[in-house]
């Protein structure tokens, strides 16, 4: 009995612990990043570029909710001359999904010419796109536009790769899958200190489809 006591108080421990962990990993990251990060439109500074942080397409090639929220967000700063082009990075693995052009598509069809925006077909995950739009794109103004969520680890990456990026919060909605997205980011965060701390290459440096 006195071992199953012991047993049940060091899982408790354990479990306290690792609650501890999580949450001051990502106190730290808001706190590294919080003066680099605008919520009000008026006041994010001008950047010759908006790059967008890919996320789900359905089959169709239209946006998932989230992803349309970012991509109207750039679109945005683009009218109001807060940013010049833009920087599409997603997922592009396959011929049968395409985060890239999807976004690419959407933006023609609201009048961006063709010329004001470049393609990152290999942004597979946040830190790639980081890591890739200054080694293989050279942006070294920037905007990074995603979700109040996901910016302080995106800003966070982009900050120890020796960047300038500032980022701007995509327009705050309540998602129906929040606390799971909550959830992920809060153990994404040990993955990004991960690749940073190993100094972690993108799976490719290459400029591909070009």
């Not at 890239?100 to 790639?128: E, M, R």
């Not at 690749?195 to 972690?200: F, G």
Request: hydrophobic share 40%.
């Amino acid at each position: 009995m006195k071992l199953l006591k012991k047993l049940i108080l060091a899982f408790a421990l354990f479990v306290v612990i690792s609650i501890l962990i999580v949450f001051g990993l990502e106190a730290y990251i808001q706190k590294e990043t919080s003066n680099l990060i605008y919520s009000e439109i008026t006041e994010v500074p001008k950047a010759k570029t908006g790059i967008i942080l890919g996320a789900s397409v359905y089959a169709d090639g239209k946006l998932s909710p989230i992803l349309k929220d970012r991509v109207e967000t750039a679109y945005t700063l683009y009218e109001l001359n807060k940013i010049e082009n833009f920087l599409i990075s997603g997922d592009h693995r396959t011929n049968d999904y395409d985060e890239v052009n999807a976004i690419k598509n959407y933006l023609l069809k609201k009048g961006v010419p063709s010329k004001a925006i470049i393609l990152d077909h290999s942004g597979f995950d946040t830190y790639d796109s980081m890591f890739r739009a200054k080694a293989v794109f050279n942006i070294e103004d920037a905007i990074v536009i995603t979700q109040k969520f996901h910016l302080p680890r995106s800003i966070y990456i982009a900050k120890n790769l020796d960047t300038s990026y500032k980022g701007f919060e995509a327009a705050p909605v309540a998602y129906t899958s929040s606390e799971t997205i909550k959830r992920r980011e809060q153990l994404a965060n040990f993955k990004a200190i991960w690749e940073l701390v190993t100094n972690q290459k993108p799976e490719t440096l290459e400029n591909r489809f070009e």
